[in-house]
């Protein structure tokens, strides 16, 4: 157990709708990442935040936004979904200067 | 920018044989280089991580890498696989500066077999 913490596993929505993806990240970690798994991209960076400011941003579409808490939990934002979205959507976490740390993931299904 | 290239999108080796997954980055600045693993309907797991001085890595479950800085490249290594070492295994690097993201290879999947 990585002590990243992903929900929903599972997600089906249909297009054109809108979804938010929450992670909580390990005790103490203060930056939190997002990362997209498709087949054929492959695990692209989204975004990143550091103690509630972005701190990185990635390959990130505009319909897509992120949030970071003052809890540092963070949320992750799809909205006017296409089929193309349907992936996994990974949430990592890291102190400083340490190896990131990966939740199971959300399975995002758009139909 | 980094850059990460995993020669191999498929190995298929025999269980208890040797296993090399070969990756190579490209960066203008120097960096930490890491192997995740990742299990079927499963996050990804730090396999091993290069972030300063000997360049031969040892790992969890008997995985190791070598960095060599002249190829720029980042093999990982098990001399001996087992049947549930079957997975899918990410090359990934970052900046030196810390606290950066990852920039992950396409992956390998490696299949044991029996």
């Known amino acids: 157990d990585s002590g990243v913490t992903q929900t929903p596993k599972h997600l089906i929505t249909a297009t054109g709708q809108r979804v938010t993806l929450r992670c909580s990240p390990r005790?103490?970690?203060?930056?939190v990442y997002w990362y997209q798994q498709s087949l054929d991209q492959g695990l692209q960076f989204l975004i990143q935040?550091?103690?509630?400011?972005?701190?990185a941003k990635g390959n990130i579409l505009e319909r897509f936004s992120a949030q970071q808490f003052p809890d540092l939990h963070s949320e992750l934002n799809l909205s006017s979904l296409e089929l193309g979205d349907s992936a996994l959507y990974f949430c990592?976490?890291?102190?400083?200067?340490?190896?990131?740390?990966f939740g199971n993931g959300t399975r995002l299904t758009v139909t | 920018a980094q850059s990460v290239t995993q020669l191999d999108s498929q190995v298929p080796v025999f269980e208890e044989a040797p296993v090399e997954l070969r990756c190579n980055y490209s960066?203008?600045?120097?960096?930490?280089l890491f192997w995740y693993v990742q299990y079927p309907n499963q996050g990804l797991q730090l396999l091993l991580k290069?972030?300063?001085?000997?360049?031969l890595v040892k790992g969890i479950n008997g995985f190791e890498a070598e960095f060599n800085k002249s190829q720029t490249s980042f093999h990982l290594r098990k001399p001996s696989v087992h049947i549930s070492d079957t997975a899918e295994y990410f090359c990934a690097v970052s900046e030196l500066s810390g606290n950066t993201p990852l920039v992950f290879g396409k992956g390998t999947r490696l299949s044991v077999i029996a």
């Open positions: 990592a976490s890291s102190p400083q200067d340490s190896p990131l740390h």
């Open positions: 005790s103490g970690d203060l930056s």
């Open positions: 290069y972030l300063s001085g000997s360049t």
């Open positions: 960066s203008s600045v120097s960096v930490y």
């Open positions: 935040y550091y103690n509630g400011e972005e701190r």
